[in-house]
């Protein structure tokens, strides 16, 4: 596995894989569909610093295995961030995904020096909850109603993970990617 930053050039290969992956993310996500919408995300990431992006590319296939973001990254004392993310078919399953978040927040607790990464769930996403606390992610808390996800309030459990806590959790197995 390997992160690469989105960039333009990843447009058609992203909506590619969204649309592949519709049965996949069902309610639970709506990453850009289309290449308009790919822009207009593109540009929102762009040049805040309060969010990074990440594309988690198989590195013999080059195919685009998920993709994830810090959001709301909060710097000083409190080092802190929103993680989102979403698998893509036909890599879902495998290990994979696992893997590229793990590069992911080594990245985030490393070169950006994050103390803090939360994740916020819905409750019967029982995969992305699988993949969370397999990386060592701890359910803290419960928030009616937290997010607007295909015009319906949402309610998620809230997952964190500490910089402390971070290689304490099983490692991803080095034999995948």
Not at 50 to 55: C, E, K, P, Q, V
Not at 139 to 153: A, D, N, Q
Request: with cysteine; hydrophobic share 40%.
């Amino acid at each position: 596995m390997r992160l690469e930053t989105p960039t333009a050039r990843h447009a058609e290969a992203f909506v590619a894989a969204v649309r592949a992956s519709r049965a996949l993310h069902g309610p639970w996500v709506s990453p850009p569909d289309s290449v308009k919408a790919y822009r207009t995300w593109l540009e929102m990431q762009t040049g805040d610093p309060t969010r990074i992006a990440f594309l988690i590319v198989e590195r013999e296939s080059r195919g685009l295995v998920g993709g994830a973001n810090a959001s709301g990254i909060v710097r000083g004392p409190f080092k802190s961030c929103y993680f989102g993310y979403q698998a893509f078919a036909p890599f879902a399953g495998r290990g994979l995904f696992r893997a590229g978040m793990a590069l992911c927040l080594d990245e985030l607790f490393g070169t950006h020096d994050l103390h803090r990464v939360e994740a916020n769930i819905q409750p019967q996403n029982e995969r992305s909850k699988k993949v969370a606390t397999s990386l060592g992610f701890r359910l803290e808390g419960y928030s009616p109603r937290y997010l607007k996800i295909r015009g319906r309030w949402r309610d998620h459990e809230r997952f964190a993970l500490l910089a402390e806590q971070w290689r304490r959790s099983p490692a991803p197995d080095p034999k995948r990617g």
